[in-house]
RNA sequence: GCAAGGGUGGCGGAGUGGUCAAACGCACCUGACUGUAAAUCAGGCCUCGUGAGAGUACGGGGGUUCGAGUCCCUCCCCUUGCA
C-alpha cells in the first residue's frame, strides 16, 4: 500500500517538494560538483555538516560573512545536521575517557588539533543558528541495532532529555532575534494550498531512536512528539546484519509519526530504500552514499539497464 | 670519436651471485560503502590453474659458476661530460 505523500515543505529559504532526497554537503561542496552541476541533477537543497563546518572555519567566521547562503552563494533551502552522527563517528572509532556522550553532552577528540572538545544540544543548536540554515536538528544519541536493552533505554531517555534542552535553546535563540514561534505552525502543506509563501522562521526536526526495538522508538517518538517539532526524524543506523536497511522498522516507525509533519529518513541512500520509504511516506531523505559511491566509481543505472561494461 | 652512467612488470623505481615472479609508488581490475573525520578500506594485478602449484621473465647473443637481474665478453639503444 503507497501513501508516498506529495507535500510541500516551506522554508525560509523555499519550499521543497516532498518527497525529496537532499545529498550531503560536508563543506558546502558535494564532491566537487559545482552548484550549477547540482541544479542540472535537479537537486533543490542540501545538508551540511554543523561539526565540520565549526572546527574548521569557526560558525562564528560564517555569521559574519553572511550564513551559509551567502558563504556558499547558494539561495536554496540547507539543512545542518546536529554534529551528534559525526561525534559518534569519532567515538566509535577510538573509545576512551575523551571520547564519550554522557548527559551533558558529547565530548570527544578533534582527530585533526588533538583537543578534547564538547558538543552539548545547547551547543549545537547555537552553532546551527550562527551558521544560518533553513532546517535544524537537535543533537542526539545514535546507536546501531543491536545494543543491550540497557543502552537502548538510556540513549532513548537522554535523547529526549537533549531534544528539551534543545528546544529551549532553539526558542530562545528565536526570541533574540525576535522571531515568533507557535505549535500551530505548519511547515508542511498540501500542493496548491493557497499559502505557498516562505516559511518566518528555521524548522526544527528532532530524531527518534530505540535502535531495533519497537517499543523502544514507540516510546522515544512519543516523547519528541510531546515536546513538538516541525520534523520527527529516523535515527540511528537502522540497517541489518546484512546490510540492508530495517524496511519493517521503517514502516512501524513512520506510522507512529503525525502525519501533518515532516517525516525524515535520516541517513538512506540507498535509491530502492528511498523508493520504498517514500512510498510508506517518509517525506525527506539525506544521505552520503550516492555521492560517495559516485567519487568511488559507482554508476546507478535503473533496474535491467547494467551493462557489464560498466562493472556496476 | 673518446669518457662516464644506464637499459628490470602498463609506468616510475628497488634489487648488485642463491630465500626474485621481483620491495615501494602510480595506473588498472574486483568487492565494500547508508544523519561524509571514507578523495577511504579490503583483495587482485607475467602466463596457465578455483587451488596447491607449474611455466616463462630482468635490451640481444655468448661465457664464468652447482647457481646470474646481479660477474666477464660482445652487439644494439638511451642520458650526460669532452671533442
Redesign the pocket.
Known amino acids: 500500500m503507497s501513501v508516498l505523500r506529495n507535500k510541500i515543505i516551506k522554508t525560509i529559504a523555499g519550499n521543497i517538494i516532498t518527497p525529496t532526497f537532499l ?4 563543506y558546502g561542496s ?2 566537487g560538483l559545482s552548484f550549477v552541476d547540482l541544479e542540472s541533477t535537479g537537486i533543490k537543497e542540501i ?1 551540511t ?1 554543523t ?2 563546518l565549526e ?1 574548521k572555519l569557526g560558525s562564528d567566521y560564517v555569521q559574519k560573512l553572511g550564513g551559509l547562503h551567502k558563504f556558499f552563494s547558494y539561495d536554496r533551502p540547507i539543512l545542518t ?2 554534529g ?3 561525534v ?3 567515538i566509535h ?1 577510538r573509545k576512551s575517557k575523551l571520547n564519550e556522550i554522557t548527559d551533558e553532552g558529547a565530548s ?1 577528540v ?3 588539533t588533538g583537543q578534547k572538545d564538547l558538543l552539548t544540544p545547547e551547543s549545537s543548536l547555537t552553532i546551527q543558528h550562527k551558521l544560518g540554515s533553513d532546517i535544524r ?1 537537535v ?2 544519541e ?1 546507536l546501531g541495532m543491536n545494543d543491550t536493552p540497557e543502552v537502548v533505554e538510556s540513549s532513548v531517555r537522554r535523547t529526549t532529555a537533549w531534544a528539551k534542552r534543545s528546544k529551549a535553546q532553539y526558542l530562545k535563540l528565536l526570541e533574540q532575534e525576535g522571531i515568533t514561534y507557535s505549535n500551530k505552525d505548519t511547515a508542511l502543506i498540501e500542493i496548491g494550498s493557497a499559502d505557498e509563501s516562505s516559511f518566518h522562521r528555521p524548522l526544527l526536526g528532532a ?1 527518534v ?1 530505540g535502535g531495533g526495538n519497537h517499543e523502544m522508538r514507540k516510546r522515544s517518538a512519543e516523547e519528541l512528539i510531546e515536546i513538538g517539532f516541525d520534523s520527527y ?1 529516523f ?3 537502522p ?1 541489518k546484519e546484512d ?3 530495517d524496511l519493517e522498522l521503517s514502516e512501524y516507525l513512520v506510522n507512529l509519526l503525525p502525519t501533518d509533519k515532516i517525516r525524515y529518513a ?5 535509491p530502492d ?1 528511498v523508493i520504498a520509504l517514500a512510498h510508506m511516506g517518509w517525506d525527506m531523505f ?4 550516492p ?3 559516485a ?4 554508476l546507478y543505472v535503473p533496474k535491467g539497464e547494467g551493462d557489464k561494461d560498466f ?2
Open positions: 545529498p550531503d554537503a560536508t558535494i564532491g545538508v555538516t561539526l565540520h572546527k545536521d546536529s551528534g552522527f559525526q559518534f563517528s569519532l572509532r570527544f578533534d582527530p585533526i536538528v543533537l542526539d545514535p530524531v531512536q526524524n535515527g540511528g543506523f540497517i546490510g540492508r536497511l535520516m541517513g538512506i541512500g540507498n530504500d539525506d544521505c552520503v552514499l555521492t560517495r559511491n567519487r568511488h566509481g559507482y562493472g556496476n
